[in-house]
T-cell receptor
Framework: KAGVTQTPRYLIKTRGQQVTLSCSPISGHRSVSWYQQTPGQGLQFLFEYFSETQRNKGNFPGRFSGRQFSNSRSEMNVSTLELGDSALYLC????????????FGPGTRLLVL | GDSVTQMEGPVTLSEEAFLTINCTYTATGYPSLFWYVQYPGEGLQLLLKATKADDKGSNKGFEATYRKETTSFHLEKGSVQVSDSAVYFC????????????FGAGTTVTVRA
């Protein structure tokens, strides 16, 4: 089976712009989660989707949003980018999400200038 | 809420040395526990997991035992190789319908030839 794929792998944006990141889960996985990884804060949970419904959201401002499509693919959007949004954004998928192994993609590295 | 406390690094070892990375957790109920590894420029890969007390997860010479009495899941490897140089993350999934992984801060391990 193909693993979790994320596009793009690298992105450079300027402050105030918005960005959309994409994630395709492992075939058959219906839960998709997003995490932000930074040197200062480590790995932080953004949100989780299952069957197009957001089931949980981390402690991030409303500028961070996401959605899931009927084929389980997911996107996350960050509006009005700030310098502090520079990070590695990781997507993970699992069958149903609770207590299961989450399989991670390679991440999208976002640099905000 | 759920949390993971992980031994701070960095850790530098010689090849064939013994590696231990301590991990303790706080969670209600019976979480699933994981060790993930991250190589430079990559996403997280599952190293091993355990889903109930006294379970031992093992993979590639690494082992960790789920100890409920001490709320610990320490990672060990008897003889490390240069290729084991990476960042190691301890994580838990609460299985309490919050659908997320809580991560430790990560431990950077460098193995010298």
């Amino acid at each position: 089976k193909a693993g979790v794929t994320q596009t793009p792998r690298y992105l450079i944006k300027t402050r105030g712009q918005q960005v959309t990141l994409s994630c395709s889960p492992i075939s058959g996985h219906r839960s998709v989660s997003w995490y932000q990884q930074t040197p200062g804060q480590g790995l932080q949970f953004l949100f989780e989707y299952f069957s197009e419904t957001q089931r949980n959201k981390g402690n991030f401002p409303g500028r961070f949003s996401g959605r899931q499509f009927s084929n389980s693919r997911s996107e996350m959007n960050v509006s009005t980018l700030e310098l502090g949004d520079s990070a590695l954004y990781l997507c993970a998928s699992s069958l149903t999400g609770d207590g299961e192994t989450q399989y991670f993609g390679p991440g999208t590295r976002l640099l905000v200038l | 809420g759920d949390s993971v406390t992980q031994m701070e690094g960095p850790v530098t070892l010689s090849e064939e040395a013994f590696l231990t990375i301590n991990c303790t957790y706080t969670a209600t109920g019976y979480p699933s526990l994981f060790w993930y590894v991250q190589y430079p420029g990559e996403g997280l890969q599952l190293l091993l997991k355990a889903t109930k007390a006294d379970d031992k997860g093992s993979n590639k010479g690494f082992e960790a035992t789920y100890r409920k009495e001490t709320t610990s899941f320490h990672l060990e490897k008897g003889s490390v190789q240069v290729s084991d140089s990476a960042v190691y993350f301890c994580a838990l999934s609460g299985r309490n319908n919050d659908y997320k992984l809580s991560f430790g801060a990560g431990t950077t391990v460098t193995v010298r030839a």
